[in-house]
């Protein structure tokens, strides 16, 4: 997990970017409490211990889980919680997302104004704005197997298209605090592109959308712990997650047995 510090950035896209939507005004969000985002998509090793059964197209335990819904994974979220007394595992909102994704950067993605595939699992034969074409893997790769971005986030960019909590909707025509979406929609967030899709899609700003009980070979998540009200400083919740969940796992087999 990475402590994401609270902050404000520009959420969106500006007018001359390239390959820009028309969902993607660009507004001021300030995010008035700090989070723990997970410096990788969940993995199918974890998925696999949560869930008993791994769905996945491309195989792997340290490969991204996909094919899995957004009511998928709000019913491994709740299980992961039940099991671990004190955690508070959710989805990133879609401000959350970007503002991680971003790590301080304007450009269209958090590696500058163009990605190769050696720091993006895309479609590269399909380039952004019409540069070098170059590798199409056709699959998933391992979590952290590329560079991370500023804020020591790995694959924010392609790889998997990561749900977010929100359902999908307009932005506001100006600032906005703590935005948690729209209180209905017909689709919930995803964001970040795929191994599958071309640039354009893998930019920082890009929004997609899906029916939340879809599933796809494409469509994994990443998950947040916190925040909590008036946190300035980070709190251990996020330190040694993963090992607080493994020995939680390790319990409840040992009582099983």
């Excluded at 996945?56 to 490969?63: N, V």
């Excluded at 790590?103 to 720091?119: K, N, V, W």
Aim: hydrophobic fraction near 30%; glycine fraction near 12%.
């Amino acid at each position: 997990m990475r402590w994401i510090w609270p902050g404000r950035f520009l959420m969106g896209s500006p007018e001359n970017e390239h390959g820009r939507e028309d969902d993607e005004f660009q507004h001021e969000v300030i995010l008035t409490r700090g989070f723990w985002l997970a410096e990788t998509a969940c993995t199918q090793s974890l998925w696999q211990a949560v869930m008993g059964k791994n769905p996945s197209e491309f195989k792997g335990e340290q490969r991204p889980v996909e094919e899995v819904s957004w009511d998928d994974v709000q019913d491994f979220i709740k299980r992961l919680n039940d099991a671990v007394p004190g955690l508070t595992a959710r989805l990133p909102t879609e401000a959350e997302w970007e503002y991680a994704c971003r790590a301080g950067t304007i450009t269209p993605f958090s590696f500058g104004e163009d990605i190769t595939p050696e720091q993006v699992n895309y479609d590269g034969k399909y380039p952004y704005h019409g540069n070098k074409k170059g590798l199409d893997r056709s699959e998933t790769v391992e979590v952290a197997s590329l560079p991370a971005n500023p804020w020591g986030l790995y694959e924010m960019h392609g790889n998997v298209w990561e749900w977010c909590q929100d359902w999908y909707g307009g932005y506001p025509q100006g600032s906005i605090i703590d935005p948690t979406g729209s209180e209905t929609g017909e689709g919930r967030v995803l964001r970040g592109g795929s191994w599958f899709h071309n640039g354009r899609y893998v930019r920082s700003a890009y929004r997609n959308l899906f029916d939340p009980g879809y599933r796809d070979g494409f469509y994994g998540f990443r998950l947040a712990l916190g925040p909590e009200l008036r946190q300035e400083e980070p709190v251990k919740a996020g330190q040694g997650w993963l090992d607080r969940v493994r020995s939680a796992w390790r319990a409840r087999e040992t009582r099983a047995s």
